[in-house]
């Protein structure tokens, strides 16, 4: 029978789109079950509004994930408290996409356009993330601008980086340049300074919407008191 931490470390795949964080790290997951091959997942979003698109991908991508489980058969994904709750969970769960659920807000291409512009957006911020840290080590600008992937110090920052240019199909070879654009293009030495700086306004912005986030959800489940109480 799979178990509740395999169903678990498949949903820790799934991110928000916008934020790039795990949704078991960001606690959209309400709860979970487990019945012989079956499996039953509630989630739950910061507030009663969130973009339905947003939303859409990942009730989408928490079903795919908890199917790709060994022993898991049959996924049932239920978003709660969204004001597009019926018109998501019926399309995920009924294979209508998205397309089918909102019929007068299509998106095109099964929102795939929007799935690769927050992965874009995700690889410059690891990119910056990874940056910084080595520039904090002691490398310099110029140091990165001439530097493979293959000069890179091993770190969880380089190991996130590369996932999410694996993902965008950039190629991550061992003589790959370091610091490119979005679209695989090694960024000249003299705009490094300006591509990290545009880099650095992209990740602050992810991490204030993710900060936020995570504060309007402990206020609408009482999230935070449930952990005060039990610490």
Not at 36 to 42: G, I, P
Not at 55 to 82: C, N, P, T, W
Not at 104 to 117: A, H, Q
């Amino acid at each position: 029978m799979p178990t509740r931490k395999a169903v678990l470390d498949a949903l820790s795949g799934v991110r928000d789109p916008e934020l790039d964080e795990p949704i078991t790290d960001l606690d959209f997951v309400s709860d979970l079950e487990i019945e012989a091959s079956a499996a039953f997942v509630r989630l739950r979003l910061p507030t009663y509004f969130c973009a339905p698109n947003f939303a859409y991908l990942m009730v989408a991508d928490a079903k795919a994930a908890v199917l790709s489980v060994a022993g898991i058969e049959q996924a049932r994904i239920v978003l709660d408290d969204h004001y597009a709750s019926e018109e998501i969970n019926g399309g995920v769960n009924e294979q209508r996409g998205f397309d089918g659920a909102f019929p007068d807000k299509t998106e095109g291409g099964d929102l795939e356009e929007l799935r690769t512009t927050f992965r874009r957006k995700s690889f410059v911020s690891r990119q910056e993330q990874l940056c910084r840290a080595m520039l904090a080590d002691g490398f310099t600008p110029l140091d990165l601008s001439g530097m493979s992937l293959e000069e890179v110090p091993p770190s969880k920052e380089f190991e996130t980086y590369l996932e999410r240019r694996a993902e965008l199909g950039l190629e991550i070879g061992p003589e790959e340049p370091l610091i490119v654009d979005p679209d695989g293009n090694r960024v000249p030495k003299d705009a490094v300074v300006q591509h990290l700086r545009f880099a650095r306004t992209v990740r602050v912005s992810i991490e204030g919407n993710a900060s936020l986030c995570r504060g309007l959800l402990a206020t609408r489940y009482g999230i935070q008191e449930k952990k005060e109480a039990t610490a």
